[in-house]
């Protein structure tokens, strides 16, 4: 029953967050919507936490099981990826190292500038 | 003959429950981001259906069913960051500046990238979200007029390079702080990049788990633009 109701909560949460998808006037994913409005309900404690934990958990810790069938199409793209495969590696790896490197660099100066002020304020 | 079985909604949901929890068992038992359970499971069911010569429809009916907990899989996403919030709430700026640093460096370089490339408009919007977790990178792709299939390869193909570049990236670029080094491989390489930063301590583990969701959710704000 717990997880009956606990899927029905979050499925009905996904069903709204679709209709707000369609009706909004540009294209944003109903996922994110609904994530949104999840953790909103969440902190405000009009969802607690044991009303979703259960079902929550299982499909995060199983993320990968429910994009399996959707990768599995992918042997009809195949050509597409053949043909470019050279660009998309060189793509790939230069992205991911810039990406990387710009958000740790990013990171440190922040955390740099918050302890400076902390210290400040600790030592006033 | 085969077919009278094969088109039954149960083929493709047991065909995929049960490759992906071989993928699963292989992944604990050699511990390489190699062998990474979503991609032993796609090469299983993809030569299942080759060698039985069995329809991709078939394969779907059952597929679909599974398909359509992604969204549900999403939305629940929302839990992880909800237990993080401490964590979050001390790390704020840092945190959030980093991750929106990271998404559009992502997403201006593989533009820059694809246009350099000649690659056409719908392999460009097919590349553009494939450093974030993979629910989040379908729908946008799909928004966008990618291929969604594919964007998840390029996602999985994103978070095994993180993987097993990223330790070797924290030593080359001296990266000393904790924080750092976790919401840099959570902004590059999602959960799977997550997954071996973990093994530096409980702090950078914590920090790349964030990461993913708020990589995530910027960048589709991001997208909203282009």
């Known amino acids: ?124 | 003959m085969l077919h009278d079985f094969t088109s039954s909604a149960l083929f493709g949901l047991a065909l995929s429950l049960l490759f992906y929890l071989f993928g699963v068992w292989l992944n604990k038992k050699i511990k390489t981001p190699l062998v990474n359970p979503l991609l032993v499971a796609v090469v299983l069911v993809l030569s299942i259906l080759s060698i039985f010569d069995i329809p991709m429809e078939d394969f779907m009916s059952g597929g679909s069913i599974i398909a359509a907990f992604l969204t549900p899989a999403t939305v629940a996403l929302a839990l992880s960051i909800y237990n993080q919030r401490k964590t979050l709430k001390a790390y704020f700026f840092p945190v959030v500046l980093g991750c929106f640093a990271g998404s559009v460096t992502s997403m201006g370089s593989i533009y820059l990238m694809c246009r350099l490339f000649k690659l056409d408009e719908t392999l460009t919007m097919t590349l553009l979200p494939k450093s974030v977790t993979t629910p989040i990178a379908m729908s946008i792709s799909e928004g966008l007029g990618g291929i969604p299939s594919v964007t998840v390869a390029m996602v999985v193909g994103t978070g095994i390079l993180g993987a097993l570049i990223c330790p070797i990236l924290i030593q080359l670029f001296e990266v000393k702080d904790p924080v750092a080094q976790g919401v840099a491989t959570g902004t590059c390489s999602h959960a799977i990049g997550t997954s071996k930063v973990m093994e530096l301590g409980e702090l950078q583990g914590a920090m790349s788990s964030i990461a993913i969701g708020i990589a995530g959710l910027l960048t589709s704000f991001i997208a909203l633009f282009l």
């Open chain 1, 1 to 124: 029953m717990k997880i009956v109701k606990q899927l029905a909560i979050l499925l009905l949460l996904c069903f709204i967050s679709e209709i707000i998808s369609k009706l909004l006037p540009f294209t944003f994913p109903s996922g994110v919507i609904g994530m949104l409005l999840l953790l909103l309900l969440l902190l405000t404690k009009i969802i607690p936490v044991n009303a979703v934990e259960d079902v929550c958990t299982f499909l995060t810790k199983n993320l990968s099981l429910f994009f399996l069938p959707a990768t599995v199409q992918i042997v009809e793209q195949f050509d597409v990826i053949k043909e470019h495969l050279l660009p998309i590696i060189i793509i790939i790896m230069v992205s991911t190292m810039l990406t990387f490197g710009v958000t740790a660099l990013t990171v440190t100066l922040c955390m740099k500038a918050q302890n400076r002020i902390r210290g400040k304020k600790n030592a006033a």
